[in-house]
């Protein structure tokens, strides 16, 4: 009995230490730009649209508002005025008894706040993962049709591999990129104008760090996902 819970001890502080090292190791990388080169690595990957999309695709994200909601209703709608006889799919679960005050609903009405007609915009509301998303918009539409899918620019690579997977012929993806902030504009600028760094200005603990931390994570999580449906057969 002993030696099993020797053992078993032995076994915890190895789990903590590999622990410990993996988060160090996390914390040292925030530091670097890596976690955004990772991040955004498969926004740059994707095809490029070779055939003017017929659907533009919105693959939808947590509730409205929301970051990845509301920034991917604005790259869609970018995209519908840039292709203006292409139609809208809105994928987003949604209780069809109360689809008014969904999540969903709220998304369309972000899209026409941004100059969408209601009539360019259809719904799929069963799918609850990208692959259900794919496999029910492709028994709503031809396969053959072009079409571009919206998403974050760590979602994009499995979104495009998994509706070319259920049949989809020409597929392409529009990375949900958001702008930097300029960093010059937190730190103060002597009388000659050169930039002086303040002593509590350190961008780069106060934001970059903290940003790159959840890259790192989503990126983790994206990895994860990818091999998930490697071994499912999704992709």
Request: aromatic share 12%.
């Amino acid at each position: 009995m002993k030696k099993i819970a020797r053992l078993f001890l032995k076994a915890i502080r190895i789990f903590i230490s590999i622990t410990g090292l993996f988060a160090l190791i996390m914390i040292a990388l925030s530091f670097t730009d890596y976690p955004y080169f990772a991040y955004h690595w498969t926004g740059n990957k994707t095809i490029s649209q070779t055939n003017i999309p017929a659907y533009i695709i919105v693959m939808g994200a947590g509730g409205i508002p929301s970051e990845q909601g509301l920034i991917r209703c604005y790259f869609a709608a970018e995209l519908a005025k840039q292709y203006p006889n292409s139609k809208l799919i809105v994928a987003l679960p949604a209780d069809s008894i109360d689809f008014e005050t969904s999540d969903h609903s709220r998304m369309i009405d972000e899209l026409m706040v941004r100059g969408v007609h209601k009539q360019r915009i259809f719904s799929e509301t069963k799918g609850s993962s990208t692959y259900t998303q794919a496999r029910n918009i492709a028994q709503m539409i031809p396969v053959t049709t072009p079409i571009q899918l919206v998403s974050s620019p760590v979602h994009l690579y499995r979104s495009i591999k998994t509706f070319e997977k259920v049949g989809f012929k020409s597929v392409s993806g529009k990375a949900t990129v958001e702008q930097s902030f300029d960093e010059s504009l937190l730190f103060l600028k002597n009388d000659k104008g050169k930039i002086a760094k303040s002593p509590d200005a350190n961008p780069g603990f106060r934001y970059n760090m903290w940003s790159y931390l959840q890259y790192e994570i989503a990126v983790l999580r994206e990895w994860a996902a990818i091999v998930w449906y490697k071994i499912r057969g999704y992709i």
